[in-house]
């Protein structure tokens, strides 16, 4: 059983910078990769980032390509979310999740993957 806790949402102006942490505890963690996820009211969770357990391989949605970066801190449990150049269209909740792999360079951007969620942390990114 993992615990999953996000920190680091608010509000920001368009072009601005926010970084989101996602604590994580419970046993065996070196054998998740862990993905950021977004959702806006009416729709279903998007995959934003993800990071391989071993932190050597990531991926990111198209949209977020060249202004998100996703980062793990192995020894403190910690997966960050950089967001740089923040748009509108990024504001929603964001959930981070931890999905058990037994492979240390894959990560998948796939909500039925999922394992573990957070509760999420609100980015408001005003125009």
């Known amino acids: 059983q993992l615990k999953i806790v996000e920190t680091g949402g608010g509000l920001v102006q368009s072009g601005g910078s926010l970084r989101l942490s996602c604590e994580a505890s419970?046993?065996?963690?070196?054998?998740?990769?862990f993905a950021w996820f977004h959702q806006v009211p009416g729709k279903g969770r998007e995959g934003v980032s993800c990071?391989?357990?071993?932190?050597?391989?990531?991926n990111y949605a198209d949209s977020v390509k060249g202004r998100f970066t996703i980062s793990r801190d192995i020894g403190n449990n910690t997966i960050y979310l950089q967001m740089d150049s923040l748009k509108p269209g990024d504001s929603g909740v964001y959930y981070c999740a931890a999905h058990q792999s037994l492979i240390p360079r894959y990560c998948v951007l796939a909500s039925s993957k999922v394992n573990y969620w957070g509760k999420g942390t609100l980015v408001t990114v005003s125009s």
């Open positions: 990071i391989s357990s071993s932190g050597v391989v990531t």
């Open positions: 419970g046993s065996n963690l070196n054998y998740y990769s």
